[in-house]
């Protein structure tokens, strides 16, 4: 039987490259993208012609939508699909300080950022019962920075609820969150954005699609640990 990974936010960045490293790892893996479509289904196509023995299902969800995400595994493209692993990445980060917060804008925010990833790793584990979650978190969890204040509470949140459902599903469920420092710019910004967070960073290192992916491998390989959050970050969280 295939081994399914549903990557969330998987048809571009961090997303696709995480699904590139698992797909050569041997995992099919189930691309869930929302606006992408075209990079989603260019994705899909690469991935089968690399391992044409393994199954690269695409589907679309908004995980705004609650409705959405709580039907997401009832309506999963492959019959039968039994889910191994669950990668919550996506996310919207918005600026906006606690001061400039309003209701629709805490509600889009924690929606994507947390509640979408709480409700999935949920129906994940009612759906599927045992297996391996990493939620993609930010460097920033452990601090009060306020620019990107409702985008940091999400985080936090998830951040919290990944030690919970650690405890409370194991043994048949690992839990475990990946912390990125400074990965990519912002969608829409350049390379100069990011400049300045690399250069405060201890390591002073742009942190490379290559170490974020490389601890998602050992995070789902590593039977022993759940309830782990790996800072994966030039050491930004030092700071
Ligand atoms: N980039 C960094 O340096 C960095 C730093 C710290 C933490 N992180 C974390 O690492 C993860 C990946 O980062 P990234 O920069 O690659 O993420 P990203 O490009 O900002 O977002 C990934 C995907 O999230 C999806 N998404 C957004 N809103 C959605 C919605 N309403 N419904 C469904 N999907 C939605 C988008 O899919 P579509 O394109 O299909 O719409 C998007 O491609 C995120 O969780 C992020 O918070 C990244």
Redesign the pocket.
């Known amino acids: 039987m295939e081994k399914y990974v549903l990557v ?2 998987a ?5 696709s490259v995480i699904s590139q490293q698992l797909a050569a790892e041997g995992w099919s893996v189930l691309i ?6 075209k ?2 289904l260019k994705l899909a196509a690469q991935l089968k012609e690399a391992y044409p023995r393994q199954e690269f299902p695409t589907m679309q ?4 939508s609650t409705k959405e995400v709580l039907n997401l595994f009832q309506n999963t493209p492959v019959k039968n699909m039994k889910l191994r692993a669950l990668i ?6 918005t600026p906006g300080s606690i001061t400039d917060i309003t209701p629709d804008f805490l509600a889009e925010q924690m ?3 947390f509640e ?1 990833p709480l409700f999935l790793m949920q129906t994940f584990k009612k759906h599927f019962g045992q297996g391996s979650i990493i939620n ?4 920033n969890v452990i601090k009060n920075i306020e620019t990107h204040a409702a985008y940091l509470l999400a ?1 936090k949140s998830l951040d919290a609820i990944t030690k919970m459902a650690a405890l409370a599903w194991a043994p048949a469920i690992r839990v475990n969150g990946i ?9 829409n910004q350049d390379q100069k954005h ?1 400049e300045k967070v690399i250069a405060n960073t201890p390591l002073k290192r742009q ?1 490379g699609t290559d170490d ?1 992916v490389q601890t998602v491998s050992f995070l789902l390989n590593n039977p022993s640990i759940t309830g782990q959050i790996i800072f994966c970050d030039s050491g930004a969280h030092l700071k």
């Open positions: 969330t936010g048809a571009k960045r961090i997303g869930h993208y929302n606006s992408s479509d990079d989603a969800c908004d995980l705004s919550n990445n996506a996310s919207i980060f929606g994507v950022n979408a993609m978190l930010d460097t985080k912390a990125p420092g400074p990965v990519l710019p912002p969608p990011l942190v974020i």
